[in-house]
């Protein structure tokens, strides 16, 4: 909704919009009203009400709202910005036919402003040749915040001037846009030719947001699995380099260069409360693995059960993921999901163990601390544990930091010692299994999607990236239950006596499903990791045997807790109790 130099665009893709800055912005009313953009969003807005046939049309009295009557509208609009309608006619004699009935006129005003403010709202600032990168908050400043102020003048002052009076309360909502980034191209070294047309892709450097950002996803489920096939995506697409911008992101050790479609724009940029954004130092070195959120077409179609595929090129060392553009997959479960098969596939091609689970790492009273691995499915009541360790923090936990939340790997030191790592600075958790008021202290940086649906989700930054890489001595890895009863052949907490007895526990996978996928019912999934382990089993069934080996030789506490969190009734209290189990057997009087 401003006025830019000709090289400048504004698209309107779904309930998305977004607008490409390559040069400077509108500074005044008259060349924001004035913009081909402005226009783009004054037609949309009365074709949807045409559509509607409605009452808001009355405005236009005689006219036909055709481009004649459509252009005095907007001629009238800017001369509202500076003068009182009692004036107006007198200087543009057109007007009197929208200025009949000023309630009416103040009607539509209001919509067309909050119509524009309906739309998820993009950014996107091109530095090519102008590294806005190397001042980002000056960028930013001078787009996002002045459009944002731009705009709210601009309605205040024509409403004001309709109804001659002034607003008691202001309130100031983010009018421009929500999400914005600065973005250039780069050369990534890429091994291997084909890989070079991606470097026509832009390449998020910074990014601002406005949060608390509210996203209506197009699903809240994701379905099937991710699938190793024997083609190469990239072999396979079309790119059309201006409909794509790339997010590097660093997953635990790893650079993953994840490319998103203009469709997925909202879920894609939502990564940076959740994957840290690579450096500059980071992006000289050659990416691990890339992903292709948002393929055009049926160019993936067929090739495996489910169209999220991944693939693993060996001869130019990267592995490559993509999933189509549909909006069957418009869900941020399946983005993030997918960054972290890749990792999984390529921590196993290593030799190291990964797992699906939270770690923690607990700093008791008396200097005492234990890092605690749990692992489990989605929905066993891992993050719920770690919820319940939150609000048992102030009284028991001098301080409470987590590694990974949900996703991780383990490696061995020199001694054999196990070490584990996190992947993601964030958390993408449901609404529903947070204590209440717990989402509500994390607003301020959350982005939350579909809050009205099943399995409405909160994304939130829980840790930083030097935390996650450190490597910590794993002290307790447990199995999290959700579906066990407890009584004295089930206690809270089961230590196993055996590798072959944890393996065999660990190995089912298996977890009442909480509704977040799909699937309902006891459902068993291998190392309840669908997510790369599957698709190695025999190169991960030596890993875990060498692994577990390994925690029973170095005494780590291995177990399962149960956590009931697949049981009705025990949604709170279920995980709050093997929170506190655990902590006595850490070592805490409760």
């Not at 024997?230 to 697409?237: A, F, G, R």
């Not at 490319?259 to 954004?277: A, P, R």
């Not at 993509?322 to 596939?345: C, Q, W």
Request: charged share 25%; hydrophobic share 40%.
């Amino acid at each position: 909704l401003n006025n830019l130099m000709q090289r400048s665009t504004l698209s309107i893709i779904g309930n998305k919009v977004v607008l490409n800055i390559r040069e400077r912005m509108c500074e005044t009313a008259e060349e924001m009203l004035a913009s081909d953009k402005f226009r783009l969003i004054l037609d949309h807005c009365l074709n949807n009400l045409r559509s509607k046939n409605s009452p808001l049309l009355e405005f236009f009295g005689g006219c036909t709202a055709d481009e004649d009557c459509v252009n005095d509208l907007v001629k009238t609009l800017s001369l509202l910005v500076k003068y009182e309608s009692n004036l107006v006619p007198h200087i543009f004699d057109k007007s009197r036919i929208f200025l009949k009935d000023l309630g009416k006129l103040a009607g539509f005003v209001e919509y067309l402003y909050d119509y524009w403010r309906h739309f998820d709202r993009f950014i996107i600032n091109d530095s090519e040749g102008d590294r806005l990168d190397k001042r980002p908050y000056r960028t930013f400043n001078e787009t996002i915040e002045q459009l944002t102020h731009l705009i709210r003048t601009v309605y205040r002052h024509i409403q004001e001037n309709i109804t001659g009076s002034h607003p008691a309360v202001y309130r100031q909502v983010p009018a421009g846009a929500e999400m914005a980034v600065i973005s250039l191209p780069k050369d990534i070294a890429y091994s291997g030719e084909k890989y070079k047309k991606l470097n026509s892709v832009p390449v998020i450097r910074q990014m601002l947001i406005y949060p608390p950002l509210v996203i209506q996803q197009p699903m809240n489920t994701r379905t099937g699995h991710f699938k190793k096939i024997n083609k190469n995506p990239v072999d396979l697409i079309d790119l059309k380099p201006g409909e794509w911008i790339c997010y590097p992101a660093k997953v635990g050790k790893l650079l993953i260069m994840v490319y998103f479609h203009q469709d997925f724009f909202e879920l894609g940029f939502s990564m940076c409360n959740l994957f840290q954004l690579a450096d500059d130092s980071d992006l000289e070195k050659k990416p691990d693995a890339l992903f292709l959120y948002g393929v055009p077409g049926s160019a993936i179609d067929g090739l495996a059960k489910y169209s999220t595929v991944f693939y693993d090129d060996e001869e130019n060392e990267i592995f490559v993921g993509a999933i189509p553009d549909r909006a069957e997959f418009g869900y941020f479960g399946y983005l993030k999901k997918m960054v972290l098969t890749l990792h999984n596939s390529i921590v196993m091609k290593a030799g190291r163990m990964p797992f699906h689970g939270a770690m923690v790492k607990i700093l008791l009273q008396g200097d005492k601390e234990a890092t605690i691995l749990m692992m489990g499915d989605t929905g066993a009541g891992k993050s719920e544990t770690l919820e319940a360790f939150r609000v048992l923090a102030d009284k028991y936990i001098r301080e409470l930091t987590i590694i990974a939340d949900d996703m991780g790997s383990i490696d061995l030191d020199p001694n054999g010692y196990p070490i584990g790592y996190g992947t993601e600075i964030g958390a993408f958790l449901r609404l529903d299994d947070l204590q209440p008021g717990y989402a509500f202290g994390h607003l301020d940086r959350s982005i939350i999607m579909n809050p009205s649906q099943v399995n409405a989700r909160i994304v939130f930054p829980v840790t930083n990236f030097e935390t996650i890489i450190a490597g910590h001595k794993i002290d307790y890895i447990l199995y999290a239950n959700n579906y066990e009863e407890i009584d004295t052949e089930h206690p809270v907490i089961e230590k196993f006596t055996s590798a072959e007895w944890a393996l065999d526990i660990f190995s089912e996978g298996a977890v009442m499903s909480k509704g977040t996928t799909t699937t309902t019912g006891l459902v068993h999934s291998y190392f309840a990791n669908i997510f790369g382990p599957p698709e190695y089993k025999d190169l991960h069934d030596k890993i875990a045997a060498k692994y577990f080996a390994s925690f029973f030789k170095n005494n780590v506490f291995v177990g399962q807790m149960r956590t009931r969190l697949g049981i009705p009734g025990y949604e709170s209290n279920g995980p709050k109790e093997a929170a506190m189990e655990l902590l006595r057997i850490i070592g805490v009087t409760i």
